[in-house]
């Protein structure tokens, strides 16, 4: 088997994700087989939402938006989709008290006539969705918390809004050349490969470390105008010649998809920025549903996740439901010396 970099254990064993949770859960204490029922859950919508994806291109043959596919169901826009199915296949499992996606102005409720749970979940259904008609990587983000409000009962928005160390778990699917899903309930970081052929996510990368250091920033330069002259200062520097990296520059790559760019991040390691700038204040990307379940990842695999201001992502308390963040996260050194620019130059 080939591997990324060498930063990732060779797995020889067939384990489906179904049974890495159920282990997991088993060595870590509390295992009710609630968590891992709702992790199932998510695994079997992002089978579905992955089969959507990859027939992305066959929409315009089959049928566009608004018309009726040879199903004769309404063909949606993806991401309309996605977000659909997520909501069919996590509202009647009694594992969630209540969830928050991206594409909701407000919370979504767990119908009446459905048990409510311990679980709160948010999620971005799709994301890099305007790289869909590229045939580009894109992806689903989960972060799922624990409730705070009584047991049974319906939750609340209280339940949804606290900061991103109160976690249970975080993941992502990437659709791409293959298609995998990588999580981690706090006891490390695991991906799984997606074979078509069994219908499974099998274990492919187990325990990944992030490296420490690597020449590569990934960001929308196209914003440079709009940064701050710190942030402009670090962008700068990069493109000059490094003394510890062979005296080459860094290299730019970025994808424009969040999960695309940070599931390289991960495994090459580099940075993955999205700053503030003079038009968006707090940055674009979403502290619920993009910033919190990355950080929790980047976390977990030894890097580090901050608002390039000295401030931990993990421990910002949210105050609003689509609140966004500046976001820095990546290699610990790649993110120390953002920090070292943004904190120290004017
Ligand atoms: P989404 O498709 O969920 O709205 O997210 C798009 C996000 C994210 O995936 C990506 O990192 C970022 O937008 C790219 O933004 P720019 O086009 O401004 O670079
Ligand atoms: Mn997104
Ligand atoms: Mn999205």
Redesign the pocket.
């Known amino acids: 088997m080939t591997l990324p970099n060498d930063h990732v254990e060779v797995v020889s064993k067939v384990i489906t994700i179904e049974r890495h949770i159920i282990e997991q859960e088993r060595a870590t204490g509390g295992a009710t087989g609630d968590f891992s029922g709702l992790l199932r859950d998510l695994t079997l919508a992002i089978k579905i939402i992955y089969r959507e994806v990859s027939r992305a291109g066959l929409v315009d043959i089959l049928g566009s938006t608004d018309l009726r596919n040879i199903q004769g169901e309404i063909v949606q826009k993806l991401?309309e989709f996605a977000n659909g199915v997520i909501f069919r296949a996590m509202d009647h499992g009694g594992h969630l008290a209540v969830m928050a996606s991206?594409e909701n102005d407000e919370f979504i409720p767990i119908p009446e006539e459905y048990p409510k749970g311990k679980y709160v979940l948010c999620f971005?259904p799709?994301?890099?969705?305007?790289n869909i008609d590229a045939n580009v990587s894109i992806g689903t983000i989960f972060s799922v918390l624990r409730r705070v409000t009584p047991a049974e009962t319906d939750g609340t928005l209280e339940d949804i809004l606290q900061p991103g160390y109160k976690q249970v778990a975080a993941g992502y699917a990437i659709y791409g050349s293959s298609t995998m899903l990588v999580y981690t309930a706090g006891h490390g970081v695991y991906g799984f490969t997606y074979d078509p052929s069994v219908g499974e996510f099998l274990l492919s990368h187990n325990d990944i470390h992030i490296p420490d250091h690597k020449g590569i920033y990934s960001v929308?330069e196209g914003?440079y105008s709009k940064w701050s002259p710190a942030m402009q200062q670090y962008i700068d520097w990069v493109k000059q010649e490094q003394p510890e990296a062979d005296k080459k520059a860094y290299s730019l790559r970025?994808i424009?998809?969040?999960?695309a760019?940070v599931h390289r991040t991960l495994l090459y390691g580099g940075v993955f920025l999205?700053p503030a700038d003079i038009k968006s204040k707090r940055g674009?990307?979403r502290l619920l549903y993009?910033a919190n379940p990355m950080s929790f990842i980047i976390e977990q695999a030894g890097g580090k996740a901050t608002d390039g201001r000295g401030n931990r992502l993990l421990d910002i308390v949210p105050t609003e439901l689509h609140q966004r963040t500046p976001l820095v996260v990546g290699s610990p050194k790649n993110v120390d010396e953002v920090e070292r620019f943004l904190t120290t130059t004017k």
Do not use: I, T
Request: aromatic share 10%; glycine share 10%.
């Open positions: 991401d991206e971005d799709l994301d890099g969705s305007s929308n914003n970025y424009g998809s969040m999960v760019d999205y674009k990307l993009e």
